[in-house]
């Protein structure tokens, strides 16, 4: 067995087995997969988005709601707006609520159409918040409006 030698030829000098790198690649994908933690989105709110030319509720009597930019709630529009909710009430919308109940008994769920306004600075959770009231309500017939 002289004729044997341990040294390893040309064509393997410089050449690192991948086997191993493309182990640790998959397994460092696999671990940030499933150590990251994923928000759950808000799902108590179904949207269904209406389609072009149809219409949603009756227009000729809606309730407008509008969030201020400070974080106010105003009910109505115009010279009849009245603030229901001051910028410092916290997420519960007491005042709101009371309202919207008020309307629904009157009118039934399906008779109340709100056209909810939001300022451009209006916090995004005030606004989440206002939709939540108006589920907890009942109410579906909600429309997104520009507030100009």
Do not use: Y
Not at 32 to 53: C, I, K, S, W
Not at 84 to 104: K, Y
Not at 124 to 148: E, F, K, M, N, Y
């Amino acid at each position: 067995m002289k004729g044997l030698s341990k040294i390893p030829n040309d064509s393997m000098m410089g050449c690192q087995p991948m086997n191993a790198m493309v182990d640790i690649a998959f397994l460092l994908l696999i671990f940030f997969l499933v150590a990251t933690t994923l928000q759950p989105r808000e799902r108590d709110l179904p949207l269904e988005m209406p389609v072009v030319g149809q219409s949603v509720g009756d227009p000729s009597l809606p309730t407008v709601i509008h969030v201020l930019a400070d974080g106010g709630v105003m009910w109505g529009e115009g010279a009849a707006a009245l603030l229901l909710e001051p910028a410092d009430s916290g997420r519960g919308l007491p005042a709101l609520a009371e309202n919207l109940s008020g309307m629904v008994s009157a009118l039934g769920a399906d008779g109340v159409c709100v056209v909810l306004r939001a300022d451009e600075d209006a916090k995004q959770q005030r606004v989440i918040d206002v939709l939540d009231t108006l589920a907890a309500a009942g109410i579906d017939h909600i429309a997104l409006s520009d507030p100009h």
